[in-house]
Structures are given as C-alpha cells and as structure tokens.
C-alpha cells in the first residue's frame, strides 16, 4: 500500500514507513535519544529531499519525546530544574538552527552541509564514547578499577561564575556550560533534523556527571521542548514539513517507544554506552561512504524556472 506525499512529492509504502517509525521509536526510548539522528538517514537514503526530511522528522521526534517524557515523570526519574536550563538554551540554538537551515538551503548546500555534519559530529561523538566503553570493559575483564569521579564530583570549568544547585542531578555548576551545551544541542537539531540526544546523553553522563537514572528524562524532555520550536519555525520558515509523513513516523515512533522505554530500564549502563556509541558510527560511517563514492549520476540537467 503506498501514499503519495505532497511535500516530498513522491509516493512511499505506508507498512515500510510505519516499520522505520516504530523501529526508530524503539531506539528512541532505549537509550533517551529523540531518534533523528536514524530516522532522518533513513527518509534519505529512501528518496525523500534532504530539506523535507530533516523538517519533518522533528514530528516525530516531539511525538516520541512526549511519550517518553511523560514515562519520566511518572518513574520521577525527571529533573526539572536542570531540564528548564537545557530549554532555555536549547530554545536560541533551535532559533539559529532554522535560520541556517533556511540560508544553507537558499544557497544551494543544504545537502552537502547536512552530509558533512553527520560524518563530523556522529564519528566523532561516537568514537569518544566507543574507547570509553572499550576501555572500562577490558579494565574490567583484567580485574582493574578505572579512577573515575563519581556523580557529584566536577570537572573545574564547571565552577565558572553563576552557579546553581540541582540536587536531583547531585550536581551544583555553572549554568555557561550548560547553557553553552544546549545551544549547540538546539542548533544541531534544527540543522540535521535530530532530537540532539545523541550529544546531550554523553554529555550529561561523562561531561556533568548526572546519574545515568536521570539522564534519560531529563534529555527526553528538553529534547521534546526546543523541537517544538523547531518543527513550527521549519513549518512557517521553510514550508518543508510534509504532514501526511509526519503522521506516519508519528504513529509507528509512539508505539515503538513504549517497548523501547521498558526495555531500557533494564539495560546496564556499561552495555548502553557501548550500543549507543555502535550506533553513532553506523550512521557517521553510513554517511562517510556517500562522501567516497562516485555517484551512479556524475552530472544532471535541469530545467529551472526562471523569474522575472
């Protein structure tokens, strides 16, 4: 069965979308990610333009973030306080995102610009995150204890001026770095069509310490906060989010998360920065061949409209 989309302006199989979504959603609430950072590959790899991809993909995302929130609040495993930081900053990093999202496309580079992200930021992140996982299981299997500090304890640039307490997070920084993290963490959701989790997550755990309980919630809802902005600047700015898409990833990623969201209560936290960080380099290395490899097309012809 298929459905033609009126922004995309192609038809896709409805079983084929609904499967990504809810295999997406699954990811999504495993690991406290928004799921863009698969989902909106994927729409690429499938045909769908670039622009209209990374647009309506923040759908689902805010639809999958929501679930996933909401589950949060419920287990108290929410930190609200450190969660509205994120939000503010989140919310100028989304604003700035759009804006050359809308400059990249009118140039004519969105493509090569939203390539060359995923390539530096996913093999990056994820190669960091890959040796720590190596490197606490082989100290492990030797008997040796990593010195590490425990939640609680900072790094000293986190002892910069303006400092707040969130006893939730066990944590007491300064809100610049924090305010600095999730104003990229805004820009690059909006620029890539990703929940930014995939930053966020590593960020809270290895940079500011949070326990790994808290993580979760807490990037969940500052992730479902600065992508509703996001999608509705992409909607009134754009004009890329394709509706009759977004219902599909929105159906098929909220009945994914549920199982998603169960599942990884039960996932060890060793385990989980080792998948997490398979994961960035699948898709960081996925986009790195596209790069590399000549294009069965080398050149096209167009016929453009031209304007008077």
Same mark, same amino acid.
């Given at each position: 069965?298929?459905?033609?989309?009126?922004?995309?302006?192609?038809?896709?199989?409805?079983?084929?979308?609904?499967?990504?979504?809810?295999?997406?959603?699954?990811?999504?609430?495993?690991?406290?990610?928004?799921?863009?950072?698969?989902?909106?590959?994927?729409?690429?790899?499938?045909?769908?333009?670039?622009?209209?991809?990374?647009?309506?993909?923040?759908?689902?995302?805010?639809?999958?973030?929501?679930?996933?929130?909401?589950?949060?609040?419920?287990?108290?495993?929410?930190?609200?306080?450190?969660?509205?930081?994120?939000? /503010?900053?989140?919310?100028? $990093?989304? !604003? %700035?995102? *759009?804006? =050359?999202?809308? #400059?990249?496309?009118?140039? &004519?580079?969105?493509?090569?610009?939203?390539?060359?992200?995923?390539?530096?930021?996913?093999?990056?992140?994820?190669?960091?995150?890959?040796?720590?996982?190596?490197?606490?299981?082989?100290?492990?299997?030797?008997?040796?204890?990593?010195?590490?500090?425990?939640?609680?304890?900072?790094?000293?640039?986190?002892?910069?001026?303006?400092?707040?307490?969130?006893?939730?997070?066990?944590?007491?920084?300064? /809100?610049?770095?924090?305010? $600095?993290? !999730? %104003?990229? *963490?805004? =820009?690059?959701? #909006?620029?890539?069509?990703? &929940?930014?989790?995939?930053?966020?997550?590593?960020?809270?755990?290895?940079?500011?310490?949070?326990?790994?309980?808290?993580?979760?919630?807490?990037?969940?809802?500052?992730?479902?906060?600065?992508?509703?902005?996001?999608?509705?600047?992409?909607?009134?700015?754009?004009?890329?989010?394709?509706?009759?898409?977004?219902?599909?990833?929105?159906?098929?990623?909220?009945?994914?998360?549920?199982?998603?969201?169960?599942?990884?209560?039960?996932?060890? !936290?060793?385990?989980?920065? =080792?998948?997490? #960080?398979?994961?960035?380099? &699948?898709?960081?290395?996925?986009?790195?061949?596209?790069?590399?490899?000549?294009?069965?097309?080398?050149?096209?012809?167009?016929?453009?409209?031209?304007?008077?």
């Amino acid at each position: 069965m298929q459905v033609y989309l009126p922004i995309a302006e192609m038809p896709v199989s409805v079983l084929l979308i609904l499967g990504l979504g809810a295999a997406v959603g699954f990811v999504s609430g495993l690991f406290g990610i928004g799921g863009g950072f698969l989902m909106t590959p994927l729409l690429i790899f499938l045909g769908i333009p670039p622009a209209v991809a990374v647009a309506t993909q923040s759908a689902q995302i805010v639809a999958s973030s929501m679930t996933n929130a909401l589950s949060a609040v419920r287990r108290k495993a929410l930190d609200v306080k450190l969660g509205m930081m994120l939000v /503010v900053g989140g919310f100028v $990093g989304s !604003a %700035l995102g *759009v804006w =050359f999202f809308a #400059a990249a496309r009118r140039a &004519g580079q969105l493509d090569l610009v939203i390539v060359i992200s995923y390539v530096s930021l996913f093999t990056v992140v994820g190669s960091l995150m890959l040796k720590e996982s190596i490197r606490e299981f082989w100290s492990s299997r030797r008997g040796v204890r990593l010195p590490r500090r425990r939640a609680g304890s900072h790094a000293s640039f986190l002892g910069w001026p303006i400092r707040m307490r969130f006893p939730r997070s066990r944590l007491y920084a300064s /809100v610049i770095p924090i305010l $600095g993290t !999730a %104003l990229f *963490v805004g =820009f690059a959701g #909006a620029l890539l069509g990703i &929940g930014g989790g995939f930053i966020m997550v590593p960020a809270l755990l290895y940079v500011f310490r949070v326990p790994t309980a808290v993580v979760v919630g807490t990037s969940h809802f500052q992730i479902l906060c600065t992508t509703i902005v996001a999608l509705i600047l992409h909607a009134v700015a754009n004009q890329a989010v394709d509706i009759v898409l977004a219902i599909l990833l929105i159906v098929g990623g909220v009945f994914g998360a549920q199982f998603g969201a169960r599942a990884g209560r039960n996932l060890r !936290a060793e385990l989980f920065r =080792f998948l997490l #960080a398979i994961l960035l380099l &699948g898709v960081g290395l996925r986009f790195a061949v596209e790069l590399i490899l000549q294009p069965n097309e080398p050149f096209a012809l167009t016929v453009q409209e031209s304007r008077t």
